[in-house]
T-cell receptor, first 114, second 110 residues
């Protein structure tokens, strides 16, 4: 089945450690996104990528890094510089960059830093 | 950049009543306006969308209206059912830069 997969669903890390969240899609979509979701704040854009080997910062990129070496993969690294990393992280993809189309979301990764 | 505001943040209705959620956006270049439903612990799923060349779109019990001049759009759910209870997000997009509202938690009481 086609879709977008995030792993793991739950992730626990100690404070000060970097952690990488996985996002894979087999929809052949060009555009991919990472959002952070906190209670009462909706979805805030961290990074997005419109094509392989290219990505742009969103509204809250500080303390995060991404790579887009393959079309189907857009991993997000939460670094130790992120002051408040505990949150629900959502990855999404959409078909292309030329027109606006539906974004398909993964099931999310809940990251807890202790 | 785009700024999307969504109201109300919480909405409680009786089963069978209608529910209306409103959003405003700031970037006149935005031309795609999707609505997403998110159930607990899951990712958002698209329920309806509208493009800037259309003023209204309907899909069974769900409708969306768009006023480009005023830069606002609304979601209307008629004959609400308990399974409509979820968090709903509006979004506005220009060149695939999609920004979301803060969400509305809808509760439908049986």
């Amino acid at each position: 089945d086609g879709g977008i997969t995030q792993s793991p669903k739950y992730l626990f890390r100690k404070e000060g450690q970097n952690v990488t969240l996985s996002c894979e899609q087999n929809l052949n979509h060009d555009a991919m996104y990472w959002y952070r979701q906190d209670p009462g704040q909706g979805l805030r854009l961290i990074y997005y990528s419109q094509i392989v080997n290219d990505f742009q910062k969103g509204d809250i990129a500080e303390g995060y890094s991404v790579s887009r070496e393959k079309k189907e993969s857009f991993p997000l690294t939460v670094t130790s510089a992120q002051k408040n990393p505990t949150a629900f992280y959502l990855c999404a993809s959409s078909i292309d960059t030329g027109t606006n189309t539906e974004a398909f979301f993964g099931q999310g990764t809940r990251l807890t830093v202790v | 950049g785009e700024n999307v505001e969504q109201h109300p943040s919480t909405l409680s209705v009786q089963e069978g009543d209608s529910a209306v959620i409103k959003c405003t956006y700031s970037d006149s270049a935005s031309n795609y306006f999707p609505w997403y439903k998110q159930e607990l612990g899951k990712g958002p799923q698209l329920i309806i969308d509208i493009r800037s060349n259309v003023g209204e779109k309907k899909d069974q019990r769900i409708a969306v209206t768009l006023n480009k001049t005023a830069k606002h759009f609304s979601l209307h759910i008629t004959e609400t059912q308990p399974e409509d209870s979820a968090v709903y997000f509006c979004a506005a997009s220009s060149n695939n830069d999609m920004r979301f509202g803060a969400g509305t938690r809808l509760t439908v009481k049986p």
